[in-house]
């Protein structure tokens, strides 16, 4: 079992930065591909961004060129620099991570308010 605990969700104003944080509660999974989704009210959840252990990464074309995904091994986490935001980026941010089997761990959620 791994724990998925997101951090750094808020208000901002648009045009400002925020940084989440995905803590993972276990070593061992630097291999596995990890990301953000996201789900706004009355809507899907959607991928905002992935990065795999070796540290590619994919986003929605949403986001790219404002965000950026990155990882630390070392302390099992990922962030989510998250930069010139906009009104339509409010959602409620998850973490998740890939397993190679059984079903993907997802993070409780944080809030990103961005108020125009």
């Known amino acids: 079992q791994v724990q998925l605990a997101e951090s750094g969700g808020g208000l901002v104003q648009a045009g400002g930065s925020l940084r989440l944080s995905c803590a993972a509660s276990?070593?061992?999974?630097?291999?596995?591909?990890m990301g953000w989704y996201r789900q706004a009210p009355g809507k899907q959840r959607e991928l905002v961004a992935t990065?795999?252990?070796?540290?590619?990464?994919n986003y929605a074309d949403s986001v790219k060129g404002r965000f950026t995904i990155s990882r630390d091994n070392a302390k099992n986490t990922i962030y989510l620099q998250m930069s010139s935001l906009k009104p339509e980026d409010t959602a409620v941010y998850y973490c998740t991570l890939k397993v190679f089997v059984g079903n993907d761990y997802w993070g409780q959620g944080t809030q990103v308010t961005v108020s125009s």
């Open positions: 990065i795999t252990g070796g540290g590619w990464t």
């Open positions: 276990r070593k061992g999974i630097s291999s596995n591909v």
